[in-house]
């Protein structure tokens, strides 16, 4: 098992070093092959985020980490250039850039999700985050052009209250005692995992969820929402930006 870094609430630290567990060379793909640590701070591809990218070090050497994935229970990290062999120490390095809007395009979702929750009544069905854009399905939703105008600017009102967010692990008991039945993706997620990484948006918004997030809403900076489908008799997707 790879100890996480970055949780529960360690999102601002860029290096670390770690033991290489394990080294396997593969000839797919743009990589060389991937290695697995027993600690990283590298996030994994998930709940719609993507992968870190990165370097490690170690020696003289340098390598690239050019995706991070689950798979077989363990947490792969594909690299470009030499493989450091099992049980080296190296450091590690996120591509702080890069990791930085995710986190901000994360918080978004959160804030974009709860705005629609409170107004619409419609949960999140699905979201995909992207350094530069980001979308959202909603369902059961059916949203005009005035309802998108709404929604932006009460996401950019809430913005500006400069909310604290909030992660910490809380057992599954005391989530399901602290939000109604419907407001969070509880039940989407497999019974064994207790506790849950959980992300509270000024003491109100609460929702578990394993990405990574900014410190305060007001490092997402503005949103404009660029785009609405229809993707279905129910299903709303909304696509949005950052200003920087
Ligand atoms: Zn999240």
Redesign the pocket.
Known sequence: MTEELYLPDNEYQREFEAEVAKSRETTEGDHGGYICLDRTLFYKEG?G?PADTGTIHWGENKSKVVDVQRDHGEIRHYIQGELPEAETDIKGEIDWERRYKHMRM??A??VVSWVVLNRYSASTAGNQIHEDYSRIDFEPADFDEGDVEKIERSVNTLIERELEVEKKYMSREQVEEAVEEGRTNLDIIPEHVDPLRI?IIGENDL?P?????VGNIKEIGKINLTDRKSKGAEVERLEFELEE
């Open positions: 709940g985020q994360h918080t979702q959160h992300v929702c969820c394993g990405g990574t997030h």
